[in-house]
């Protein structure tokens, strides 16, 4: 690789906190429901646009049903306008998303802002981690691939505080900002030189390397160990994803996906603000800001650590302090919850009678979801999706990636969506002792599946699934 005496770290630093505004868009579009909610669903919203709560399941979880389809585009995206390109294209679906909602004047708009934003966020959230991950320095992956979940943490804190100050509207109209700012920021970054490579753009591929790593720097050994692993770049054939080389990784991707979103993060997320309420809180939105800094304080420090503690590890201990966080936060309402009220009001959030001993111990649950969210901000936040764009050969990345995409938001449909539905026949402590369990079978699935890609070059990680192993120097 590049001497990393002289290579230059500037720039590519810059590249991946530009290209993090598009998680800034990702992060604003998912914290944008806890807000908004609380507004839509009070008596002083029009009556319709006035939300129940089942329509308030329907707005939170349309997102994710919009990502998605927009996995499938994402990943055919990469491969035919670039990592850069599809990055850039996203700003439209998010502005026109966001216009539907702040100008809406039935359900309908509501619902199809929803959607068109989900469609942008569920490209956008494989094509930033692919454009860090293959311009990054092995070196610095860890820390700059953990950027794309700390602008995502960012860009819902941003949504929980613009929500204090403003409607549902405006909140909404906001959020268009930041596609904009993306778009002048992004065109003067590169394409990724591993995209140019696979495209026989080696003139581009090269130049955009001597941008990232240093116009002194020999890139020589870089270059030569990138077209060594496209010597066959054709797409992958059926047979070959069911070899362990590709069925391997992607295991392990859709796991990982998986387990991110069944431990309940989206459902504790968009209701953050009733569950705060439920604690006997009375201002949720403003209180919900707390969740929101320990997330993006949580997701910097994992920043810091990453390249040093390393991926398996943090994904171990902090599936460890979900389990204790969610069977915390499950006996808290297991204890006071009124034992004899009635079913469909004992269930409701926001509407559990708290006696003065349950004001008294509230503590417990606001304790419990802050260092849940801490848990999962050091790890199970950002490494799903670092590890997923680094995990799968160049040829397969774009394919995989999207696959792994569409996994993760069907499944943060599924938890989103039925999040009332699990509360109504599990309770409400039934459910996060449900999410807590999920998340001791990440730590077996961690444990038993899954090695450590700190410090390794792409070509190295792909001869850890044993891709052309004599080709590179594995790094234990």
Known sequence: MANNKKERIGRPILACLIAALGSVCFGYCLGYSSAALVDLKSAKANSAIRLSDSQGSWFS????LGAIFGGPVGGWSI???GRKGTILLCAVPFELGWLLIGLAKNRAMLYAGRIITGLALGVISLAVPVYIAEISPPRLRGMLGSVNQLAVTMGILLATVFGVFCNWKWLALAGGLFPALLVIFMVKMPETPRWCFGK????????YIHWLRGSDVDIEEECKAIESSLESYEKPSIREWLSPNLAKPLIISIGLMFFQQFCGINAVLFNAASIFAVAGFKDGKLVSISVGLVQFVGTALACLIMDRAGRRILLLVMAVGMVVTLTGLGLYFEIYIPPHGDKASSVALGSISHSVAASKISWLSILC????????????????WLVTSEIFPL??????????????????FIVTYFFENMQESLTIQGTYWF??????????????????????SLEEIEA???IDKSSYDVID
């Open 464 to 466: 850890l699934f044993g």
């Open 395 to 412: 040829r397969a990345r774009g394919p995989a990636c999207s696959v792994a995409a569409i996994a993760n938001w069907l499944f943060a």
């Open 61 to 64: 979880s349309l997102v994710t």
């Open 200 to 207: 026989n753009q080696r003139t581009e591929a090269v130049r």
């Open 435 to 456: 999410f807590g369990g999920c998340s001791f079978l990440a730590f077996l699935f961690v444990y038993l599946l899954m090695p450590e890609t700190k410090g390794k």
């Open 369 to 384: 979801i802050i260092v849940f969210f801490l848990c999962f901000s050091l790890a199970w936040g950002p490494v799903p």
């Open 79 to 81: 491969d035919q306008f």
